[in-house]
Structures are given as C-alpha cells and as structure tokens.
C-alpha cells in the first residue's frame, strides 16, 4: 500500500508570513500533484512534478520534488487569505497510474 | 458545464437502506476514480475505471459497495445495507486517459449522511 503521509496536519498562520508543507512517502511515484480543496468542493490541481529534484513556481507557491521522487513540498511565500485551503499531494504510480492522495494539510490564513 | 458533474450533491439515508450515487465524467475522459473523504481528512481511493472495466476496486471497503460505468461515460457508486460509518463525502473524478500526468477533474461530491 502507498501511503503519503503530510505534515503539519493544520496550519493557522497570519496574512504575510511564510509556510511549508510536507508530503512523504516511502514509495516512489512517476509523478505527484498538488491540490487545494475548499469547502463543498472538490479539489483542484495546482500543479504536476515528474522529474527528481523538479522545482515548479506558481506565483507565491514554489514546488518541489525530491530526487529520489518519495517526497515533495510546497512552499508559499507572503500567505494570504485566499490561500486559506486543504491542500493534498497525490502521487501516482502503477502500471495505470493510480493517484493515491495523502492526508491533507489544512491552512487557514488569518487576514 | 464541461465540468463533472455529480448527483445528488447531498443525500441523507437511515441505515440498513442502498443508496445510489451518480457520476457524469467530462465527455471524452476515459478514466473515472471514485474516491471517499470523510470530514477535513485526505482522499480514501475506491475504485478505478478505464472506458468501462474497473482494473482497479481494491478500495472498495466492503461486498456492500459496488460501481458501475456504461458507454465509457456515466458511472453509478451503490452503497447496500448503509451503515453510519458509510457517512461522508464521495468524489468522483475524471481524466483523459489515466496516464502520468493527467490532472484529474473532480466534481463537487456527494455528501451522504446516515442516521
């Protein structure tokens, strides 16, 4: 079974401040997404990653994937609060790719 | 709407009755996942389907869940003799060929309670 654990489970920060989140596994995947989830709906994609040590930005959002393709981050700079969000890691792997998803960060940005 | 689409958006049931949830895909999309999210948590996978096989249903979590697709476009998730643990939000999601990379396109879920 493919677990991808995230850390932290919550986070409350202010508006401006800085924030990573963490997404692990052991397994090693072909390509992993970030998503981010609001309220009474589903989630949707941010960005994908496929290579090791792959950095994608998305304005304030700098992604990254670790070289041995287990693990990646998110990190987003000057948080605001439209920010606020689940945000979900997905990889996939698989002879069909199937996305498996981690645990979910919850960020609230405080205005 | 090009989106995928899902019904009913909520739905409460007493337990011990089935329940049928309904997916429309974006047209085109060959693959379709259903998945289950219980309050604030991640995604639990369910089930796979690529056109209309499911090579995938190990998530399924009991003989009491079973899903369907027809004409590689609409599926069905049916839940029989609910339980309240069943109760959560199930997402349905598309994408346009299940391969690396291909974004999946989620609708906005079913929110099934069970009393």
């Known amino acids: 079974t493919q677990l991808l654990e995230q850390s932290p489970q919550f986070l409350s920060i202010q508006e401006g401040e800085n924030l990573t989140v963490y997404c692990n596994s052991s397994?090693?995947?072909?390509?992993l997404q970030w998503y981010r989830q609001e309220p009474g709906e589903g989630p949707v994609l941010l960005v994908t990653?496929?290579?090791?040590?792959e950095v994608k930005k998305l304005k304030r959002l700098t992604f990254q994937f670790g070289d041995a393709r287990k693990d990646s981050s998110l990190h987003i700079t000057a948080a605001q609060p439209g920010d606020t969000g689940l945000y979900l890691c997905?990889?996939?792997?698989?002879?069909?790719?199937?996305?498996?998803f981690g645990t979910g960060t919850k960020l609230q940005v405080i205005p | 709407g090009a989106g995928v689409s899902q019904s009913p958006s909520n739905k409460v049931t007493e337990k011990g009755k089935d329940v049928e949830l309904r997916c429309d895909p974006i047209?085109?999309?060959?693959?379709l996942y259903w998945y289950r999210q219980r309050l604030g948590q991640g995604l639990e996978f369910l089930i796979y389907?690529?056109?209309?096989?499911?090579?995938?249903k190990s998530g399924l979590p009991s003989d009491r869940f079973s899903a369907e697709r027809t004409g590689e476009s609409v599926s069905t998730l049916t839940i029989q003799r609910t339980q309240q643990e069943d109760s959560a939000v199930y997402l349905c999601?598309?994408?346009?060929?299940?391969?690396?990379?291909?974004?999946?396109?989620f609708g906005n879920g079913t929110r099934l309670t069970v009393t």
């Open positions: 999601a598309s994408s346009l060929s299940g391969q690396r990379n291909s974004p999946l396109h």
């Open positions: 397994s090693v995947f072909s390509s």
């Open positions: 997905a990889g996939a792997a698989g002879g069909y790719q199937k996305v498996t």
């Open positions: 047209s085109g999309h060959t693959a």
């Open positions: 389907f690529q056109g209309n096989s499911a090579p995938d």
């Open positions: 990653v496929v290579t090791g040590g």
